[in-house]
């Protein structure tokens, strides 16, 4: 249920920014420890070999954790929306403010995508130097970073749009549906392609595939 008492607009934003600002960053930590369980995956299995457990365990231990974040943190959002979102008269930024928040967004989102392309070509070069696990566990975690961004900021630019976000709020969510879908597949698949099959060296590819697949999903729904 929406609040009846009459808050000032001031007081609003500052509501807005706290909340949006924790959500967000509760939201991209958790998308990272799911690809951080990854990184966590290949090292333990360096270091106890392919039987051990330990790997499995901590892998599980790291996704309850990022369950436990999406489901908490979702539900107080979706709480939230419900008790302030009818309480917006006005934009609560300036053009100025949005004009700076827009120009840091393609700064980081750019940040994001050239750290990707980094990582390949660190696993590219390290690969034919080392026989071993340890460059996909860089390269995933640098993806990881780069996925944070994109999630952090993506979530922060839902704040901008206020209040336009009835407007806009179909198109996110359902960016926000799929790519997730996809990166939970391309981590799943990649996982158990490493089990399966013993590819953790050039698996590394499919997820690379799902970060460049959530990109062409969000370009093709924003337009």
């Known amino acids: 249920m929406k609040k009846d008492v009459n808050l000032d607009q001031v007081e609003l934003k500052t509501k807005y920014e706290k909340h949006y600002y924790r959500y967000a960053s509760a939201i991209a930590t958790g998308v990272f420890l799911i690809l951080f369980s990854v990184v966590n995956v290949i090292v333990l299995m360096d270091i106890f070999g392919d039987d051990s457990s330990i790997p499995i365990i901590s892998l599980l231990g790291f996704i309850i954790i990022a369950v436990f974040i999406f489901i908490y943190y979702g539900m107080a959002h979706t709480e939230f929306q419900n008790e302030y979102q009818g309480l917006i008269e006005k934009e609560l ?131």
């Open 93 to 223: 930024f300036t053009k100025a403010e949005r004009s700076k928040f827009h120009n840091k967004f393609r700064l980081v989102m750019s940040s994001g995508v050239m750290l990707i392309f980094l990582s390949v070509i660190i696993v590219i070069i390290l690969d034919s130097i080392v026989d071993d696990m340890w460059p996909n566990a860089v390269m995933i975690f640098l993806i990881g970073i780069a996925v944070f961004m994109f999630v952090y900021y993506g979530l922060l630019s839902e704040l901008y749009t206020l209040p336009y976000e009835k407007k806009m709020g179909k198109s996110e969510k359902m960016i926000s549906k799929i790519n997730g879908v996809i990166m939970l597949l391309s981590i799943g698949v990649y996982i158990v392609m490493g089990f399966v099959a013993n590819l953790w060296q050039s698996g590394w590819i499919v997820i690379v595939v799902g970060v460049i697949l959530c990109k062409v999903v969000s370009i093709i729904f924003q337009k």
